[in-house]
């Protein structure tokens, strides 16, 4: 590996991640918190939990940040196989998309991401604090990652607020307690950040719709001419299709289907 590719915006980020995950734990143990209470009284079990649960958020921020989110393919497949993207083409009432980027014939619901390079299939949004996209095939873990980061956090916040003991003098406290406070501080801000994403991720989950269709619906070819969205097969279907892959199939036939029920009131 060149020297310079440490230096990557994906290193980096991850990195700092990383960092400040554990640097923010340290802090937490080290000031006179619950979790230093907790270990002082021989009670292990909630700081140990506290652990696991930091090392599990990190371990899937790093699955969802390094993972393929669901690339196109771009490389020539043998004649005889049959080809995963021509699985899930637009039906041939909408002219098919070729990426002015990729070159390829995108599939419904993929988009070409800049940052990245590629086309996503199901592409729902590029985050940079991931450095990577969230597609198909990562979305659950991030939704996943998003549960714990919450938990982790809420539980953060509570614990620095534990060790924040206002009755010093100002100066005093500043020096004793001003790391602590500012930890609390920024625990605040990312528990509010991670709060409204994982809200806003579990609404479009349920309507099976992603961040990009929901801001572009009026770009997108197979949206803006709808009432409504194609792919809602209503709540049950749309967690347990997103969740756990069932009921199976590909995008284009939950379109055609909408298509033949639109077209099918319209006659009525």
């Known amino acids: 590996m060149a020297p310079w590719a440490l230096l990557s915006p994906g290193v980096l980020v991850r990195t700092g991640h990383t960092v400040l995950t554990w640097g923010i734990t340290l802090v937490l143990f080290l000031h006179d918190t619950e979790l230093r209470q907790w270990e002082e009284q021989g009670e292990l079990l909630l700081p140990l939990t506290f652990l696991l649960l930091v090392l599990g958020s990190l371990l899937l921020y790093l699955a969802v940040s390094l993972m393929d989110p669901g690339y196109v393919n771009t490389q020539p497949q043998p004649q005889g196989e049959t080809k995963e993207e021509h699985t899930a083409m637009v039906p041939q009432a909408v002219a098919l998309r070729r990426c002015r980027f990729c070159l390829v014939l995108q599939p419904l619901r993929a988009r070409h991401c800049r940052d990245c390079r590629r086309c996503v299939r199901r592409y729902d949004h590029h985050c940079p604090w991931m450095e990577n996209c969230v597609g198909e095939r990562n979305h659950p ?48 801000l990312f528990s509010l950040v991670a709060g409204l994403l994982l809200a806003s ?30 792919f809602d097969r209503g709540l049950t279907r749309n967690l347990a299709h997103f969740f756990c892959g069932w009921p199976s199939g590909s995008w284009d036939t939950l379109w055609a289907e909408d298509e033949e029920e639109g077209g099918s009131s319209q006659d009525i």
Request: charge should be positive; glycine fraction near 6%.
């Open 201 to 230: 991720h579990l609404y479009l989950v349920a309507s099976n719709t992603t961040t990009w269709e929901f801001i572009s619906s009026h770009r997108i070819t197979y949206l803006r001419q709808r009432p409504s969205n194609p």
């Open 141 to 188: 873990l991030f939704v996943a990652y998003l549960v714990v980061q919450l938990a982790v956090l809420l539980w953060g916040l509570h614990l620095a607020w534990s060790g924040l003991h206002f009755f010093q003098p100002w100066g005093l406290w500043l020096r004793s307690t001003g790391l602590l406070f500012t930890t609390f501080l920024l625990l605040s």
